[in-house]
């Protein structure tokens, strides 16, 4: 990647989500360094565009204290880099984002896992040349998230990726997770999320979109979890963790 000017901004950030009243499903404090490619103060947040057809981004973060449900996030350090991509400010649809922290195994040492987020209806992102220099890292990956959605169904907004139509979410699902079962450097993936977001959009930042195996109504998507079924017991039979149909285990 060319060198890039970068001018870095240091935070101290605070934030928080409640599900209901009373004690926030997660919190944190936390200090951040940030700087990317834009030479003006985030172009694509506080206008339509970043300042090139990318925003090329990295940021890292010291949580100071925190928690996420019971597990407690004091001391947790991370880091992000990215591209916004070119639609961030008018559709919120950034190009990728790659995550990178140490998990503590218990016993004092550290296993560096490195979280994905970019895709595409295909699977996932097929620049050859990024896998290499990855593997060449001999760390191992996990998705951190992944869908496809659509517009046909009542919501107005498909996600990050779209499949065009509800009859194509299953084979979507099917492809991505057979490129991360192929790609050996992969230990998992993450769909997001079980259930669509709300018509009215959710409470964080107006999110509404149409990514769930179930509705707000509690009814699946009949289609999609069939094909998600069959592809996750494809991949755990390839993988000698169940039987095969008619076989004993």
């Given at each position: 990647m060319k060198a890039l000017r970068?001018?870095?901004?240091?935070?101290?950030?605070?934030?928080?989500l409640?599900?209901?009243?009373?004690?926030?499903?997660?919190?944190?404090?936390?200090?951040?360094v940030e700087a990317c490619s834009c030479h003006l103060f985030c172009p694509c947040y506080f206008n339509k565009h970043a300042e090139h057809p990318m925003c090329q981004f990295?940021?890292?973060?010291?949580?100071?204290?925190?928690?996420?449900?019971?597990?407690?996030?004091?001391?947790?350090?991370?880091?992000?880099?990215?591209?916004?991509?070119?639609e961030w400010g008018t559709a919120k649809k950034g190009s990728w984002v790659v995550v990178s922290f140490e998990q503590d195994q218990g016993n004092g040492k550290k296993v560096?896992?490195?979280?994905?987020?970019?895709?595409?209806?295909?699977?996932?992102?097929?620049?050859?040349?990024?896998?290499?220099?990855?593997?060449?890292?001999?760390?191992?990956?996990?998705?951190?998230?992944f869908h496809f959605g659509s517009t046909d169904r009542g919501l107005f907004w498909e996600g990050l990726v779209g499949a065009g139509k509800e009859s194509e979410r299953g084979p979507?699902?099917?492809?991505?997770?057979r490129a991360v079962a192929d790609?050996?450097?992969?230990?998992?993936?993450?769909?997001?999320?079980y259930i669509d977001e709300p018509l009215t959009g959710r409470t964080l930042d107006g999110e509404n979109a149409h990514v769930g195996f179930v509705t707000v109504a509690d009814l699946p998507y009949v289609d999609l979890?069939?094909?998600?079924?069959?592809?996750?017991?494809?991949?755990?039979?390839?993988?000698?963790l169940i039987a095969s149909p008619g076989v004993s285990e």
């Open positions: 970068l001018i870095p901004l240091v935070f101290a950030l605070t934030v928080s409640a599900a209901a009243p009373g004690k926030p499903l997660w919190q944190m404090k936390a200090d951040y990295n940021m890292a973060v010291n949580v100071r204290e925190g928690h996420s449900g019971e597990t407690n996030l004091a001391g947790v350090k991370y880091w992000l880099t990215g591209d916004l991509g070119d560096p896992v490195t979280f994905f987020k970019g895709f595409t209806t295909d699977g996932i992102a097929n620049d050859g040349d990024e896998w290499a220099r990855f593997h060449a890292l001999g760390k191992p990956a996990l998705i951190g998230e979507a699902y099917a492809r991505y997770l790609n050996p450097d992969f230990v998992g993936a993450h769909w997001f999320q979890v069939a094909a998600a079924r069959d592809a996750n017991l494809s991949v755990l039979r390839e993988l000698h």
